[in-house]
């Protein structure tokens, strides 16, 4: 006896687009929350080291261009955790991913 079997649309492309998903975490490009080393960056423009991921967040220190900063993890599309040295202290926030020239 013969078993046809029938898949829909919606599911085969939801089975690509998974399969996708775990292709881009493979190879490195997909989870960036992975690597949870500190990696040394430049700032490449002047920002703003925020306490929260809003733009009306309380400013913690002001990253001038050329500052080196030790990015901890990214967290959005659109933010990074960072550590800079303000003075005497360390500072830890969240910055702009656009402070910095496209690396990841």
């Known amino acids: ?18 399969g996708g998903c775990n292709a881009a975490r493979e190879d490195g490009h997909g989870n ?3 690597a949870n080393t500190p990696t040394e960056r430049t700032a490449a ?7 929260g ?6 400013q913690l ?3 001038k ?3 080196k900063v030790q990015v901890l993890d990214s ?8 550590r800079v040295s303000n003075g005497d202290k360390v500072v830890t926030g969240y910055m702009y991913r ?4 496209k690396q990841w």
């Not at 423009?45 to 306490?51: A, G």
């Not at 991921?53 to 309380?58: I, N």
Request: hydrophobic share 45%; glycine share 4%.
């Open 1 to 18: 006896m013969k078993k046809t079997v029938r898949v829909s649309f919606s599911g085969l492309l939801a089975l690509t687009l998974l």
């Open 32 to 34: 960036s929350r992975a």
């Open 45 to 51: 423009v002047e920002c703003i080291l925020y306490d």
């Open 53 to 58: 991921m809003k733009k009306d967040s309380p």
């Open 61 to 63: 220190a002001e990253i």
């Open 65 to 67: 261009s050329g500052m």
């Open 75 to 82: 967290v959005d599309a659109y933010f990074v955790k960072a």
């Open 98 to 101: 656009t402070c910095f020239p």
